[in-house]
């Protein structure tokens, strides 16, 4: 079955960076389109970034600080995240699915998550 498996998460200070990983079982290609969400306690999940066709797009928020790739013969997507703040501390997931261009920051247009990885940024 379609399996998502989130790892690099972690406790960093103010300023640091981090690094997340996502495999994915199956080809990677079954999957037009991979992204990050996050979700910080009593928060909605937000979009972070998202990988589609060959082409990237980050939230307007985090453009500068954050870079998303996706390696497909790894089955891998990453998510690159420098000079972290504290309010960067929630759940990140890693989510695949087909969501039409404009919808890609809709949460909702996703099927398949993984379970999740935790970024905590101290201050």
Known sequence: QVQLVES?????????????????SGRASRFPTMAWFRQAPGEERQFVA?????HTYVADSLRGRFTISRDNA?????LQMNSLKPEDTAVYYCAAGSPILSSLSDSSMYNN????TQVTVSS
Request: aromatic share 6%; net charge positive.
């Open 8 to 24: 690099g998460g972690g406790l960093v200070q103010a300023g640091g960076s981090l690094r997340l990983s996502c495999g994915v």
């Open 50 to 54: 998202a990988a589609r066709l060959g």
């Open 74 to 78: 790894k089955n891998t997507m990453y």
């Open 113 to 116: 998550w993984g379970q999740g």
